[in-house]
């Protein structure tokens, strides 16, 4: 017996209802699953809080909160400094965690850095790199962005170089007794490819450093880091015997510590500025 599409329809309505019901339920479970996961994390339980946020996530796979709470959860289960497999691999977890927030949202800066906090803590230097190229080439991403990952880059060239300049087998510290002025001259590491692997890193700072000045001019960080790549470059064209290409090098730096002092002051102004408006009063 076939049934009328009166009876069809009603069947069909109360389908609808039961079913709008259980996502009304399940969102409100999800909820509540939300401030379960709130609750243990507060209280140090966070095994527990991960397992309250994987049960919001599944009852309301639209919930777009809960794979935040579920990243952080296992993030907070990571312990920093200890570099066991276990912990390695939690950290791990929580990196894919991030990620997969950022694959819905490109724009999660919260994710974004995280990665980037745990790829250093775990020591993965290349992945870490890379995730920070990435930023950096990404055109997508907004220009602060780009200069702050650029920044990023040029500290590490800075880092490379200045740790192989700095070697005490690798400068002369004379002190003028006259004056007691120190008087520091560099020389050329006996192993070539200490000295080449601090020249590709000057060079590389130095490009990411001027990338960075690009996208946010009045970066003070990026002119402080462009500063003292410029200072490594006038070391080694030292140790390399190239007084000419020392002297232009001392040149650009002292031109650019001029740009990044200014800066220094005009931010510490602001500062300032924005520090006596908080106190004042409002008027009225």
Not at 40 to 47: D, I, L, Q, S, V
Not at 58 to 74: E, S, V, Y
Request: aromatic share 6%; proline share 4%.
């Amino acid at each position: 017996m076939k049934l009328s599409q009166t009876r069809i329809a009603m069947v069909l309505a109360v389908l609808v209802a039961t079913s709008s019901g259980c996502g009304v339920i399940n969102r409100i479970r999800s909820k509540n699953q939300l401030n379960e996961a709130a609750r243990a994390y507060r209280e140090g339980k966070f095994p527990e809080a991960e397992q309250h946020s994987r049960e919001a996530a599944a009852l309301d796979p639209n919930n777009k909160t809960a794979p935040m709470f579920i990243a952080r959860t296992i993030h907070a289960q990571y312990r920093p400094g200890v570099q066991s497999p276990e912990n390695i691999a939690k950290a791990q977890e929580a990196i894919e965690a991030y990620q997969q927030i950022l694959a819905r949202n490109p724009n999660d800066e919260e994710a974004y850095k995280a990665i980037a906090y745990l790829y250093g803590a775990i020591k993965e230097e290349v992945k870490l790199k890379e995730w920070i190229t990435a930023r950096a080439a990404n055109e997508s991403a907004e220009p602060e962005k780009r200069a702050e990952a650029y920044i990023v880059l040029a500290s590490k060239d800075w880092d490379c170089s200045f740790k192989i300049t700095e070697l005490p087998t690798n400068k002369t510290t004379t002190i003028d007794q006259s004056s007691n002025r120190a008087t520091v001259a560099y020389t050329k590491p006996k192993d070539q490819k200490e000295f080449d692997q601090a020249q590709k890193c000057v060079s590389q700072g130095l490009a990411e450093a001027e990338n960075a000045i690009k996208f946010d001019p009045n970066n003070e960080s990026a002119w402080s880091y462009k500063t003292n790549l410029l200072l490594e470059a006038s070391k080694l064209a030292e140790m390399d015997g190239k007084a000419d290409q020392k002297a232009q090098y001392q040149k650009d730096y002292e031109a650019a510590l001029k740009r990044t002092t200014e800066l220094s002051v005009a931010n510490q102004k602001r500062k300032e500025e924005e520090a006596k408006q908080a106190a004042s009063p409002p008027k009225g």
